[in-house]
């Protein structure tokens, strides 16, 4: 049983009330606390010593990281964070120093984006370190962007580059906030998540919840210079294209729009945020299924997932 068979086996289970409007399945809980025309955010993520970071890394960074991973779930509901509690489970022979300095990179990340540190828990741990963030946020009832959005049709976009995170973007990535608020606010987006798994796992998501099929253009896909680079010097595992679908931790944006809006989209973006990339890399399609279009044809990326991709059938 992997994590995501985990999930679906007890998310039937989970104790539920009317006031929750989404629960486990999305980028963060969407709760109804009663205010006219606000849902509450509410996500919590953990960053584990030799998982998500290594014990040589830069401990600011990885504070930096711990709090950047849940927000960056806030902006794939196009919310706007409000406040964390953090918890940190230490080893007994912890670092005061390693401490602080996460604390330093938690702190300078919160003041960025006016989000207070609330509080928290600190505790032992008989392991590695843990650090977990929990964030509540809002976001405006009419705006509040679902992996359920995703219609036949719509064009696919992702915002920046991927692949080859792991060589050192993915503990100082910045959450795409404003940006998930602007394209909530400006363009006729359906559905959204942030690329924490990679772009073919995590556009599976948006396509079970949202009962559509995907074709994506091998050409178009934004592949960032570190998966070049890697794969140029030979030490990449895979081919870029390959590092771009499947690395993860890229902490990007992958929406679906309307294909009526999709220029429109794309300029007035290039205006707003001329130093990000945002491309439009397919489409939602109503045959079930996930499909790589490329010079050779188009080809079927499967459940078990990149092998399939990596032993061309051609
Ligand atoms: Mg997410």
């Excluded at 039937?12 to 929750?20: D, E, G, K, N, R």
């Excluded at 998540?193 to 796992?201: E, K, P, T, V, W």
Aim: contains cysteine; hydrophobic residues 45%; proline residues 5%.
């Amino acid at each position: 049983v992997n994590e995501f068979q985990l999930i679906a086996q007890l998310a039937p289970t989970l104790a539920t009330a009317p006031h929750l409007i989404v629960g486990a399945g999305d980028d963060c809980a969407v709760i109804d606390v009663g205010l006219a025309a606000h849902w509450l955010l509410f996500k919590t993520d953990a960053v584990v010593e030799s998982v998500h970071f290594e014990a040589e890394a830069d401990p600011a960074q990885v504070g930096h990281k711990a709090l950047a991973r849940a927000l960056s779930d806030v902006a794939a509901m196009a919310g706007e964070p409000l406040s964390a509690l953090i918890t940190l489970a230490l080893p007994d022979r912890f670092s005061t120093a390693w401490v602080q300095a996460a604390y330093q990179g938690l702190n300078r990340l919160a003041r960025k984006h006016s989000v207070s540190i609330a509080g928290g828990e600190t505790t032992r741990s008989p392991g590695p370190t843990l650090l977990s963030v929990a964030v509540v946020g809002r976001v405006a009832k009419d705006r509040c962007l679902l992996r359920s959005g995703g219609q036949p049709g719509d064009a696919l976009f992702v915002t920046g580059e991927l692949g080859g995170s792991l060589q050192g973007r993915h503990l100082t990535f910045q959450p795409r906030l404003a940006e998930a608020q602007w394209l909530a606010r400006h363009g006729s987006i359906h559905a959204m998540i942030d690329l924490s798994d990679g772009l073919a796992g995590d556009l599976r998501h948006i396509l079970d919840a949202s009962g559509v099929g995907a074709e994506l253009r091998a050409a178009s896909i934004p592949i960032a210079r570190a998966a070049k680079n890697a794969a140029r010097a030979g030490s990449a595992a895979k081919p870029p294209l390959l590092a771009a679908l499947t690395d993860g931790e890229d902490f990007e944006l992958l929406f679906s729009a309307a294909a009526a809006d999709a220029v429109g989209l794309l300029d007035a973006w290039k205006n707003r945020f001329p130093n990000l990339r945002l491309t439009c890399i397919g489409k939602l399609t109503t045959q079930p299924g996930l499909r790589l279009r490329d010079h050779q044809g188009v080809r079927t990326l499967d459940r078990t997932g990149y092998a399939h991709f990596a032993k061309p059938s051609s």
